[in-house]
């Protein structure tokens, strides 16, 4: 489809729809959780490499940075709030603790928009710590793990915070880092997006393998 059809520039509810591959990745991820678990920590390398798959990067290429123009629709819109100075954006920029938790037990580990699961940073540190062969992640996004960059959970402004958004439970809702970063500061009208989908219902069986952080809590208090 051209950027002459209308169809074109209909409102969608995600920039991109997800692909299998990633899918693929969650689940050999979640895997790899358990596997690290219960000591196979071979298997859980062998898994994480497994989840570094190309074309989920290719994905993630499309609808960021550099992006193609027709993943990526941007348009003008006359009426659209102004970009802010920095200075008289709302603070604070990012949700604190709280907010986190709050946003986490409303959306659950899944994209608003694309649907995607998504894994916290922490988790990627940790197993990064463990595992550091088998997950890389360098400085350039090339050399970054396919599977956990696309699937890094983001707290984002429904509107912009450089639009003038607050970081508020209303304003923001989880996403991906594709839909994040591909969207950028810009309103969702401009991109051409449908309000963020409703959440996944909970529970979900996708837990952003949380439970690896809670494991390690509980390995702490048990040994201080
Ligand atoms: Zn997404």
Known sequence: MGRNDSA???????????????ADAQALLDEAA?????GKRARAA??????????????????????????????????APPIQPVALRPIP???????????????G??????????????IRVLLRTEYPDALCWGTKNFDQHA?????WLQYDHVLPNGRGGES?????????????????????EEVG?????????????????ARLNRRVKGLESETN
């Open 168 to 188: 508020t439970f209303e304003n923001m809702v989880v996403t991906c880092a594709p839909c994040n970063f591909g969207r950028m500061e810009r309103t969702l």
């Open 93 to 107: 920029r990012h949700p604190n603790a709280l907010l986190k938790r709050r946003l986490i037990g409303r959306d």
């Open 109 to 122: 580990y899944h994209c608003r928009f694309c649907g995607i699961p998504v894994i916290d940073s922490s």
């Open 193 to 209: 997006l449908l309000a963020p989908q409703p959440p996944t219902p909970s529970p979900s069986k996708w837990d952003g393998l």
């Open 34 to 38: 358990n596997a690290h678990l219960s």
């Open 46 to 79: 062998a898994l994480i490499a497994a989840a570094n798959i190309p074309i989920i990067r290719d994905w993630t290429e499309s609808i960021w940075g550099r992006h193609n123009a027709s993943v990526l629709r941007i348009r003008k819109v006359p009426d």
């Open 8 to 22: 074109f520039w209909l409102p969608r509810r995600c920039l991109r729809e997800p692909i299998p591959e990633i």
């Open 147 to 151: 599977a956990f960059q696309c699937m």
